[in-house]
């Protein structure tokens, strides 16, 4: 079983950027989908960008396009999540997740902080 761990969140003011990273242990991710999603109180979980396993594939959320930026080296067994023009409707907690077996998301880290002040 994978483990991942999310680190790089913090608090940052509006129109700055934050580097996440995900560290994956006790497994390759490169045949895995991976995926970054994001959590705000009182709203539901929500899918922020998603890579495929060579890197193609990528997917992100209307709300983050042109902002944010996923990548990943395999070699290094990291997703990245790049958040530039940082808005205070960012602020969440982000979490980096991977598809393990299918199309299901079955592996997630714990999570990170990200606040962005007004």
């Known amino acids: 079983q994978v483990q991942l761990v999310e680190s790089g969140g913090g608090l940052v003011q509006a129109g700055g950027s934050l580097r996440l990273s995900c560290a994956a242990s006790?497994?390759?991710?490169?045949?895995?989908?991976m995926g970054w999603f994001r959590q705000a109180p009182g709203k539901e979980r929500e899918l922020v960008a998603r890579?495929?396993?060579?890197?193609?594939?990528?997917f992100y959320a209307d709300s983050v396009k042109a902002r944010f930026t996923i990548s990943r080296d395999n070699a290094k067994n990291t997703v990245y999540l790049q958040m530039n023009s940082l808005k205070p409707e960012d602020t969440a907690v982000y979490y980096c997740?991977?598809?393990?077996?299918?199309?299901?998301?079955?592996?997630w880290g714990q999570g990170t902080q990200v606040t962005v002040s007004s």
């Open positions: 890579i495929g396993w060579s890197g193609g594939s990528t």
């Open positions: 997740a991977a598809r393990t077996r299918g199309y299901q998301y079955n592996a």
């Open positions: 006790g497994g390759t991710i490169n045949t895995y989908t």
